[in-house]
């Protein structure tokens, strides 16, 4: 039976592209089931709406300073769509930890950077910056600290001397849609676990 996955967005999708395209192999252990976005204007929606994929909106500006209750409508869509794992794609929200408890272990998040290297926002331009030779992007178990759970997937490429901050993210783009797809594999085929040690080297 294929994981039943919900891709979370907050804006362009092109990693949640990049899962829907991996998905459609009849062989990938994960079905795509749900999209939800917390923005009417996220492009991403109508992406998924054009392929296909069952789509929710949940504005977190109608729950007003209460995130909790923001999340318990996220958590209740999910449920009500036996979603199995969630992949956080581009999403701007950062979760409180009854949300991320209640989905430990099922929750996985892309961060453009070598964690644990350039944590929260502006990676690229702070990789070069610093002078960081490689630069890439990690898929990784999402715990309540930000970007810090363990490491399910990551890939680097080499900076080069001449790299402006557009093209650095441009190259580290195109890896995340390779990334993201093999490491929700990973996961759904139960070969990548939270607290169940490194996962495989693939
Ligand atoms: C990606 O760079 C991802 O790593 C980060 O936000 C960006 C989302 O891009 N978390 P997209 O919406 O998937 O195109």
């Known amino acids: 039976m294929k994981k039943r996955v919900a891709v ?39 992406h998924a709406g054009e392929q296909g994929i069952t789509t929710a909106l949940i504005d977190h500006r109608e729950f007003g300073d209460d995130r909790e209750a923001f999340e318990r409508a996220l958590d209740d869509t999910l449920r ?13 929200r950062i979760l409180t930890p009854w949300f991320v408890g209640r989905w430990s272990g099922r929750l996985l998040n892309i961060h ?17 910056e610093a002078g960081a030779k490689r630069h890439g992007a990690t898929v990784h178990f999402v715990v309540t600290e930000l970007d ?24 580290v783009l195109e890896l995340e849609h390779r990334l993201y797809p093999r490491a929700l ?18």
């Open 112 to 128: 453009p950077a070598l964690l644990p290297q350039f944590k929260g926002l502006d990676t690229h331009r702070r990789a070069i």
């Open 148 to 171: 810090a759970g363990p490491i399910i997937a990551q890939e680097a490429i080499d900076v080069r001397n001449d790299d402006t901050e557009a093209a650095l993210a441009e190259r």
């Open 80 to 92: 009500a769509h036996r979603i199995e794992l969630v992949c956080l794609a581009g999403f701007m």
């Open 185 to 202: 594999r990973a996961v759904a085929e139960g070969r990548a676990k939270l607290g169940g040690g490194r996962p495989d080297d693939d």
């Open 8 to 46: 979370l967005i907050s804006g362009r999708g092109s990693n949640m592209a990049a899962l829907i395209e991996a998905a459609k192999s009849a062989d990938y252990p994960a079905e795509i089931a749900l999209v939800v976005s917390n923005r009417a204007d996220a492009a991403g929606l109508a």
